[in-house]
C-alpha cells in the first residue's frame, strides 16, 4: 500500500492518480496500469537491482512491465512505496508532477530501500480523464540490506 509523509499536500492535482501508478507495481495489476498509462514518449525507470532502464514505445513498456511483474513474483518480491513530497501543476490538457518516494523491495528476508525522484508527464484525455504521459525516475540514493 502506497503511504505518504504527512506534510505530503494530498489535495495536490494528480496525486490520486499518481498513489494508483504506484499501487499498480505493487500489486503487480498490469491491466489496470496499462489503462492508466499511454507513455507517449517512453519512460526511464528503475529495475529491481536499482539499475536505469530506458523503454522507448509502447510494444517495450507492455515488455517491461511484464518482464518485472513475473521477475518479482518468481523473486517472491514485495514492494512498496512511501511518498516523501509530491508537487504539481495543470496548464490546460497538461501537467505535470515531481514525486520524491522511496521504493522499497523485501526479498529473501532482506528489506532494500531506493530513494528517488520522479517526474511525470500527464495529459487530459478527450472524455476528460487524465493519463501518464512520461515517467522518468532517478534513484538518488540506496540502502541495501547487509
Do not use: N
Not at 498490469?30 to 523503454?55: H, M
Not at 512511501?82 to 522499497?104: K, T
Request: a negative charge.
Amino acid at each position: 500500500m502506497t503511504t505518504y509523509s504527512p506534510h505530503t499536500q494530498v489535495e495536490m492535482p494528480f496525486f490520486e492518480q499518481t498513489c494508483q501508478l504506484f499501487t499498480c507495481v505493487e500489486k503487480h495489476d498490469f491491466e489496470t496500469l496499462s489503462q492508466l498509462c499511454d507513455d507517449d514518449f517512453g519512460i526511464v525507470d528503475i529495475a529491481p537491482d536499482g539499475s536505469s532502464v530506458v523503454i522507448r514505445d509502447r510494444a517495450g513498456w507492455e515488455q517491461w512491465f511484464r518482464h518485472l511483474f513475473q521477475q518479482l513474483d518468481e523473486m517472491q518480491a514485495r514492494t512498496y512505496t512511501h511518498i516523501e513530497d509530491y508537487r504539481s501543476l495543470v496548464y490546460g490538457d497538461m501537467g505535470y508532477c515531481a514525486v520524491e518516494f522511496c521504493q522499497h523491495l523485501e526479498v529473501g528476508g532482506q528489506h532494500h530501500k531506493f530513494y528517488c525522484v520522479v517526474t511525470i508527464i500527464w495529459k487530459k484525455m478527450p472524455d476528460g480523464s487524465w493519463k501518464e504521459s512520461r515517467w522518468h525516475c532517478s534513484v538518488v540514493r540506496r540502502e541495501l540490506a547487509a
